[in-house]
């Protein structure tokens, strides 16, 4: 390998690391969300996290994993379009994929409001699915900026 290839490549790698770390550090702050919510009701005790527990690995199921599903179809669309150097296609297209997240999230909020009953119907404790519940409900406000900021992240 030649001197003037490594020097092309090194470029490369510098080109690729400016565009990786702001979404490194995106998806880094998405997940000490979880993580710190975790550790803090950790502090208040055994019940209230196990119902916070189960209130994460339920989102996790229901709601964000299918985001992150539907936002990965972004990358593809974004990717072709600005391939064939269509850029006022790319903004379209985030567009749609925001407003279609954002309405794939109210079933998924419904759902969160009675995450306890499906909880319990599921045969899981009656008390760790209530404050799993309650942790769900106040999980909603997140759903809907996970979804945009799956968007985003794809866009970029």
Same mark, same amino acid.
């Given at each position: 390998?030649?001197?003037?290839?490594?020097?092309?490549? +090194?470029?490369?790698?510098?080109?690729?690391?400016?565009?990786? +770390?702001?979404?490194?550090?995106?998806?880094?702050?998405l997940t000490f969300l979880q993580v710190i919510s975790t550790?803090?009701?950790?502090?208040?005790?055994?019940?209230?996290?196990?119902?916070?527990?189960?209130?994460?690995?339920?989102?996790?199921?229901?709601?964000?994993?299918?985001?992150?599903?539907?936002?990965?179809?972004?990358?593809?669309?974004?990717?072709?379009?600005?391939?064939?150097?269509?850029?006022?296609?790319?903004?379209?297209?985030?567009?749609?994929?925001?407003?279609?997240?954002?309405?794939?999230?109210?079933?998924?909020?419904?759902?969160?409001?009675?995450?306890?009953?499906?909880?319990?119907?599921?045969?899981?404790?009656?008390?760790?699915?209530?404050?799993?519940?309650?942790?769900a409900r106040w999980m909603l406000p997140s759903l809907f900026?996970?979804?945009?900021?799956?968007?985003?992240?794809?866009?970029?």
């Amino acid at each position: 390998m030649g001197r003037a290839s490594r020097e092309k490549m +090194v470029e490369e790698a510098k080109k690729q690391m400016r565009l990786a +770390v702001p979404l490194i550090a995106a998806n880094m702050l998405l997940t000490f969300l979880q993580v710190i919510s975790t550790v803090v009701v950790g502090h208040i005790g055994e019940e209230v996290l196990a119902g916070v527990a189960l209130a994460i690995s339920f989102a996790a199921v229901t709601g964000f994993s299918m985001l992150l599903g539907m936002g990965c179809g972004l990358e593809t669309i974004c990717g072709q379009a600005f391939g064939a150097k269509n850029y006022h296609l790319l903004g379209v297209q985030l567009q749609k994929a925001m407003l279609v997240l954002s309405v794939s999230c109210i079933p998924v909020a419904i759902m969160w409001c009675f995450a306890d009953d499906i909880l319990v119907f599921l045969r899981q404790d009656p008390e760790t699915s209530t404050k799993a519940g309650v942790y769900a409900r106040w999980m909603l406000p997140s759903l809907f900026a996970y979804g945009l900021i799956q968007c985003q992240i794809r866009f970029l």
